[in-house]
């Protein structure tokens, strides 16, 4: 068996403040897979941080406060409902940077996702967040 070597994360509640963070939609079409593998890179490569979504639409306070004290939000949202931006709001926190990956790449329903599609989200938001 090959080991491999384990990249820890940094941590979203003690570093929040030198973090991008990016919450994502897990929507169930290839727009919110999509978007997720996207974070999932930009995590990654240390250009941002996903963090979870769940949390902060449950207003657990450690979370929410986790989002309030971030460098910038990046929110990735499947579609044009924009359900990952309303939580975030919600939720009282402020957005940075909101993405809608169905206006990159037609929604259909199927997880079957080209790694070509999971490049142009991502570098989208690099573009946009200045980190190229």
Do not use: W
Not at 41 to 57: D, F, H, Q
Request: charged residues 30%; positive net charge; aromatic residues 4%.
């Amino acid at each position: 068996m090959v080991e491999v070597e384990t990249k820890m994360l940094p941590l979203c509640g003690k570093e929040a403040e030198n973090l991008n963070i990016v919450l994502t939609c897990g929507g169930a079409a290839n727009v919110g897979l999509i978007g997720y593998l996207a974070a999932v890179e930009l995590t990654k490569e240390g250009k941002a941080r996903m963090c979870c979504i769940t949390p902060v639409g449950a207003k657990i306070p450690f979370y929410v406060d986790i989002a309030k004290r971030a460098k910038k939000i990046i929110v990735l949202n499947g579609c044009e409902n924009q359900c990952a931006k309303k939580v975030v709001e919600q939720a009282g926190v402020k957005i940075d940077h909101n993405f809608i990956v169905s206006e990159m790449i037609k929604k259909i329903p199927t997880f079957d996702i080209k790694d070509d599609d999971i490049k142009l989200v991502k570098d989208k938001i690099e573009k946009d967040l200045g980190t190229y």
